[in-house]
């Protein structure tokens, strides 16, 4: 790999300005062609971007141009087209979440990737956000002992719908676009679920899918764990979008809660911290939280593609956070507990 890696971007829609802003704060990669079929949407990211080379068909930009990385932030149906392009070439992939509608079609996108023999990640970016990383390290820390019950909430009647109008128009909506981020967190803070149970419901009339779900997880740890979601919660105090956390342990308690403040209490007493994430000078308020992360999670693909290791949410990471979605939506129809069915 070079010194400076050459990245084509695929997909100029609402996200990809966050990844265009973030390369240009990596000094070891270079965003050098961009991608879309929508010929507005890729005019108006190059010339925000001084991106000269511009294609609407990504086979024809990889024919074109010297390419190390694709950094694919497309919609979830054109993801696995895109990411057995790359692999045709054998150019390592970025694949923004969902990784794709189905296991069969993520499956397929990790086995295309190993054979190639590249790396693949998904942009499965929460995990990489500052507050929660903090959490992540408390507990790592040994600061609340061994955890046995923890809680992942998001709660908040924001309207995601004007800036990703799709989003109200799928029969899937808020388990796929965000319980998914707060699965993966689950399994980051407390391990793979072995068993779930979900229940889900629509509140809001004027979209086809459900914008409420609450799941319990068996996690192998022996942890417990919630993870709640809703686009349908107004509050005293808009948090979007802002990621609550609880986790009990056997030495004291985490709550990780609004502005930020994450308090860890034991029998010694209680201490709350600031976690806030930075105000990137390019970022935005609510935005700059996951701004931040996507900051994160690229410069962690790139320092993986220097060192030649796995990225930690990597396609066949992201196998097991998929199946916890699969799973989520098979409990909420039946009613009844399941296994995800992770290969
Ligand atoms: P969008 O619809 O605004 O943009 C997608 C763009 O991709 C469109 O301009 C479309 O023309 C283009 N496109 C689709 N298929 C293509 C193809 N085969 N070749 C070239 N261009 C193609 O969507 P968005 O809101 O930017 O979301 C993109 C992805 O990012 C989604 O999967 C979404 O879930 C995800 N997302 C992630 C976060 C996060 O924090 N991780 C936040 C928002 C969106
Ligand atoms: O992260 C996401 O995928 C976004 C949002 C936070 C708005 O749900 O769609």
Redo the contacts with the bound molecule.
């Keep these: 790999m070079p010194e400076v890696l050459r990245g084509a971007l695929?997909?100029?829609?609402?996200?990809?300005a966050?990844h265009l802003h973030a390369w240009r704060d990596i000094a070891d990669a270079s965003i050098v062609a961009l991608?879309?079929?929508?010929a507005a949407?890729?005019h108006a990211a190059g010339e925000s971007f001084g991106i000269m080379a511009r294609y609407?068909?990504?086979a024809a930009l990889l024919d074109a141009e010297r390419i190390d990385f694709v950094d694919i932030?497309?919609?979830?149906?054109?993801?696995r087209?895109?990411v057995e392009l790359a692999a045709s070439r054998r150019i390592p992939a970025i694949c923004?979440?969902?990784f794709a509608a189905t296991l069969a079609d993520a499956q397929a996108m990790v086995e295309a990737t190993a054979r190639a023999g590249i790396a693949l990640m998904v942009?499965?970016?929460?995990r990489w956000q500052t507050p929660l990383l903090a959490v992540r390290q408390a507990i790592a820390a040994g600061r609340i002992g061994t955890p046995f019950w923890g809680r992942i909430s998001f709660r908040s009647a924001y309207d995601v719908f004007s800036?990703?109008?799709?989003?109200a128009q799928g029969t899937r909506f808020i388990i796929e676009?965000l319980g998914i981020?707060l699965l993966d967190v689950a399994r980051f803070l407390f391990g793979d679920a072995a068993r779930l149970t979900a229940r889900t419901a629509r509140v809001n009339p004027a979209i086809r899918g459900e914008d409420v779900a609450t799941i319990m997880l068996d996690h192998v740890s022996g942890v417990t764990s919630i993870v709640d979601c809703s686009y349908a919660s107004r509050l005293e105090r808009e948090p979007f979008?802002q990621t609550f956390v609880e986790v009990d342990g056997s030495a004291g308690t985490l709550r990780l809660g609004q502005d930020y403040r994450l308090t860890i209490a034991d029998a010694a007493g209680a201490e709350t911290t600031d976690v806030s994430p930075r105000l990137l000078p390019w970022a935005s308020r609510p935005w700059h939280n996951?701004q931040e992360?996507?900051l994160n999670i690229q410069r962690h693909w790139v320092t993986c593609l220097h060192e030649g290791r796995e990225p930690d949410t990597s396609g066949r990471d992201n196998l097991q956070t998929l199946a916890l979605v699969q799973a989520a939506y098979a409990s909420a129809a039946t009613g009844s507990p399941v296994a995800p069915a992770a290969p």
């Design positions: 695929i997909g100029c829609g609402f996200f990809a966050n991608c879309d079929r929508d949407r890729l609407q068909d990504a932030a497309t919609t979830v149906a054109s993801h087209p895109l923004q979440k969902p942009h499965e970016n929460f800036g990703q109008p799709y989003l676009d981020h979008p996951i992360s996507v």
